[in-house]
């Protein structure tokens, strides 16, 4: 059974980590920290999200944001975010995978 899609006001200040499937790395090098970063900020400036901290270890992330009123929600952001550093990924390693 899926879990429940989660409740939050348009408006708040969340932590959002993201790890790799099976605690693999999903940062091989410094190209890949470069190239999420500039997903982060591209995703910042469209969605209009305040990033308060983050830290980028090899195989985790940890993004304390808050939503805003004129931005997408949380749930966007994470999505456009992760999927874009996705598609990197597997097109840099030629990964066929689940991330």
């Known amino acids: 059974m899926p879990r429940s899609a989660r ?3 348009k408006e708040f200040v969340c ?3 993201t790890r790799g499937n099976n605690k693999q790395d999903v940062f091989k090098d410094e190209e ?9 900020w591209k995703y910042k400036n469209q969605y ?9 270890m090899s ?3 940890h993004l304390v944001m808050e939503t ?3 931005g997408g929600d949380l749930s966007q952001i994470m ?3 992760n999927l874009s550093y996705t598609q990197h ?6 990964y066929a995978g689940h991330f």
């Open 7 to 9: 409740i939050a006001p």
């Open 15 to 17: 932590h959002a980590p």
């Open 32 to 40: 890949d920290f470069r190239k999420y970063l500039e997903i982060l």
């Open 48 to 56: 209009k999200y305040k990033l308060y901290h983050y830290v980028l």
């Open 59 to 61: 195989n985790h992330v």
């Open 68 to 70: 805003t009123q004129e």
């Open 79 to 81: 999505k456009g975010i």
């Open 89 to 94: 990924y597997k097109k840099k390693y030629q």
